[in-house]
């Protein structure tokens, strides 16, 4: 199997140019700030266009960066926006292309997935989706060579994306990247409190998200109900809209990022 699914928002999301998204990347990370906290066995990170929602990805992205080397796969789920998918969707492809290079495939795991009667191969689900190849370039930044388990989600219920996950999990080698954006489209005042709102059921890990709340609201839900049953615990990183940072505050799109860690309070 050799076939590379191509970057298909680079240009437009991102830049496409491998210097200048590189630098992009690193200016974000370098406005993050910092923390002692205890490096995250799983995340929450928003997929909008980086002008947007970059700086929200950063803060969470930036807590990453000692774990390079540590970290060897990458289980990325995000929400399907172009193509139905019933269940939760695979690629068939060996990598993923990004300006930044080639990222290659865990195809072991991915076709050991293919025994839940709700996982199903589609490279056409992979094809045009954004909410998962956002998410390379900071990973890239931050991690270097790794291996990746893409995963569009689309009607799974919780407790199937939590099987899924539960599969997935693994040691220390394996990072759990769960992709979405919050409110959508809602007056600026009116997006803050539903925004609070969301990450506070996030924080308390209360997997009944709706799609309103988050377009990730199923990944997420099944990351929740997997982290309450592995003792995990949440924190809230960042929670902003795109009206602080690049758009008008009439109509915003929010967005947020979480920590999620094992052993005790984040």
Same mark, same amino acid.
């Given at each position: ?20 998204? #590189?630098?992009?990347?690193? *200016? ?5 700030? &910092?923390?002692? /906290?205890?490096?995250? +066995? =799983? $995340?929450? !990170? ?12 950063a ?29 939760? #969707?695979?690629?068939?492809v *060996?990598?993923f292309?990004?300006?930044? &290079?080639?990222v /290659?495939?865990?195809? +072991? =795991? $991915?076709? !050991?997935?293919r ?40 009607? #799974? ?32 005042g ?5 925004d609070?709102?969301?990450a506070?059921?996030?924080r308390?890990l ?29 924190e ?14 009439d ?6 990022s ?7 309070d984040?």
């Amino acid at each position: 199997m050799s076939a590379i699914r191509p970057a298909a928002v680079a240009g437009t999301f991102y830049p496409g140019d491998a210097p200048a998204l #590189a630098a992009e990347v690193a *200016s974000y990370l370098s406005r993050a700030k &910092g923390s002692a /906290a205890r490096p995250p +066995k =799983a $995340i929450i !990170a928003p997929h909008a266009g980086y002008i947007y929602s970059g700086p929200i990805a950063a803060s969470i992205y930036a807590r990453l960066a000692r774990l390079r080397g540590r970290i060897r796969r990458v289980v990325l789920a995000g929400p399907a926006h172009r193509v139905y998918v019933p269940g939760i #969707a695979v690629p068939s492809v *060996s990598a993923f292309a990004s300006p930044l &290079g080639e990222v /290659a495939l865990d195809r +072991k =795991a $991915i076709d !050991a997935l293919r025994a839940f009667p709700f996982v199903e191969a589609s490279d056409r689900a992979h094809a045009r989706e954004h909410s998962l190849e956002v998410h390379i370039p900071f990973l890239q930044a931050v991690l270097g060579s790794f291996a990746l388990v893409p995963l569009v989600v689309g009607d #799974a219920d919780p407790a199937a994306m939590a099987q899924v996950l539960d599969a997935l999990w693994g040691g220390d080698e394996t990072l759990v990247v769960v992709s979405s954006d919050l409110s959508h489209y809602l007056p600026y005042g009116e997006a803050q409190a539903r925004d609070r709102a969301t990450a506070q059921a996030i924080r308390c890990l209360d997997a009944g998200l709706q799609p309103e709340e988050a377009c990730g609201a199923a990944p997420i839900n099944g990351l929740l109900r997997t982290a309450r049953a592995r003792g995990l615990a949440c924190e809230i990183v960042d929670l902003r809209n795109s009206g602080d940072t690049a758009g008008d505050r009439d109509r915003v799109v929010g967005y947020g990022s979480f920590a999620f860690t094992e052993g005790g309070d984040a």
